[in-house]
């Protein structure tokens, strides 16, 4: 009797795992945009990225390793939250990321203003010291396009090593990964 309920068991897992995968949006299927992704930033991603490199936690721990290489957090800026009374005191819970990135956000968002993406191309150049083939990696969250389009920009202002982190700071966190406070760079750059 206990066998046939361990197979019952087992059975039932098996299913509830085929369902899961069954309905979870797999990235592979999700074709990329011909230019960047104007819809909801929220929801599945490609699994690749034409001109760069998608990277997963351990290739992106090996970059880091080497050094030399950019690492920029594109996750958004928290907002005011809505609804508070006139003169309510709010500090903004504290941003963390994958430590000695760069925390430069909004930047990611599909349409952007000419200023601010000029801003961003400025600042690569920065931080790449205008080496166009210094490793930049992006990244904000699992299934956010913020960190796709922000990568997209750097490969077509010219980088030619960058790389795509899709599983984000919380993938990074998963993998057992330290992460550090993030103070943002660029919150008062022209939008």
């Avoid at 191309?121 to 969250?141: F, I, M, N, S």
């Amino acid at each position: 009797m206990n066998a046939r309920i361990e197979r019952s068991r087992r059975y039932l897992l098996l299913l509830l795992l085929m369902s899961a995968v069954a309905l979870a949006p797999a990235r592979s299927q999700v074709p990329e945009p011909q230019a960047y992704w104007l819809g909801p930033i929220h929801g599945p991603v490609p699994a690749t990225i034409t001109g760069g490199s998608v990277v997963g936690t351990a290739q992106l721990v090996h970059l880091l390793a080497r050094g030399g290489v950019v690492l920029i957090d594109v996750a958004e800026a928290p907002h005011h939250p809505s609804g508070l009374p006139p003169g309510t005191l709010w500090l903004p819970p504290p941003h963390r990321d994958i430590p000695g990135s760069i925390w430069i956000p909004d930047v990611g968002r599909g349409a952007i203003s000419p200023q601010f993406a000029d801003w961003y191309q400025a600042r690569l150049a920065e931080l790449t010291g205008g080496k166009r083939d210094t490793p930049v990696v992006v990244y904000c969250h699992p299934n956010c396009w913020m960190s796709w389009n922000a990568a997209k920009r750097a490969i077509n202002d010219g980088y030619r090593s960058v790389f795509w982190y899709p599983d984000g700071v919380e993938g990074w966190q998963k993998a057992g990964h330290a992460t550090a406070i993030a103070h943002a760079l660029g919150l008062d750059a022209p939008r």
